[in-house]
């Protein structure tokens, strides 16, 4: 069955540092695959997806991520946070042109020191 | 609206009441999805409509829910005889293209969240 598994469910970094964020899926193909993110009291926000070619994919407030074939991950990563960042993020696969099935991971939290 | 709308904000219900929640999804989005998501995890899918139809709610943990969207736009969850593992946010989300996600992700709520005492 397909899974999801975001090993680290905090993480804490000092603003102005770089940030990477792990995921790693379980699926018998390549799918689709998306980060989310979820500030305290809100909904989800999409901030990129991989669904084919360039496995680096850029996403919204300077996020991005990079799709690796061989190691079934799809890590998040920034080069400098900012104090806004954090929050909780998820990421999720889903198959391909089935977005009724994503399946989302348990989220890591992320603390910014000032 | 500019978003999807879900009310109440807020519900604390006792146990073995009924509780409805509302999404409003974005309009002429074709899907909505609906979410559970229990303290500190991830949204677990619930069920998923396309229009009016309910295409899948295989994720429902009981029969004590339910949902509906019959005219394809507003959509309610409704858990009847509430209990205590019920406790959790509800989220709705919608996105305009049912077979790919590609040019149409999914948009969030903010989300229910219920507390049953």
């Known amino acids: 069955a397909q899974s999801v598994t975001q090993p680290d469910i905090h993480i804490t970094v000092s603003e102005g540092a770089s940030l990477e964020l792990r995921c790693n899926y379980s699926?018998?193909?390549?799918?689709?695959l998306f980060w989310y993110v979820q500030s305290p009291g809100q909904g989800l926000q999409l901030l990129l997806k991989?669904?084919?070619?360039?496995?680096l994919v850029q996403g919204i407030k300077g996020f991005e991520a990079e799709f690796k074939r061989s190691q079934s991950s799809f890590n998040l990563r920034k080069p400098s946070v900012h104090w806004s960042d954090a929050a909780e993020y998820f990421c999720?696969?889903?198959?391909?042109?089935?977005?009724?099935?994503?399946?989302f991971g348990k989220g890591t939290r992320l603390h910014i020191l000032p | 609206g500019a978003g999807v709308s879900q009310s109440p904000r807020y519900k604390v219900a006792k146990r073995g009441q009924d509780v409805a929640l509302r999404c409003d999804p974005i309009?002429?989005?074709?899907?909505l999805f609906w979410y559970q998501q229990a303290l500190g995890q991830g949204p677990e899918f619930l069920t998923y409509?396309?229009?009016?139809?309910?295409?899948?709610k295989s994720g429902l943990p009981s029969d004590r829910f339910f949902a509906e969207r019959p005219e394809g736009s507003v959509s309610t969850l409704k858990i009847q005889r509430t209990q205590q593992e019920d406790s959790a946010v509800y989220l709705c989300?919608?996105?305009?293209?049912?077979?790919?996600?590609?040019?149409?992700?999914?948009?969030f709520g903010n989300g229910t969240r219920l507390t049953v005492t």
């Open positions: 989300a919608s996105s305009f293209f049912s077979e790919s996600s590609y040019n149409s992700p999914l948009h």
């Open positions: 409509f396309q229009n009016e139809a309910q295409l899948d």
């Open positions: 309009s002429g989005h074709v899907s």
């Open positions: 999720a696969v889903a198959p391909m042109n089935r977005d009724d099935k994503i399946i």
């Open positions: 699926y018998g193909a390549t799918p689709y």
């Open positions: 991989y669904f084919s070619g360039d496995t």
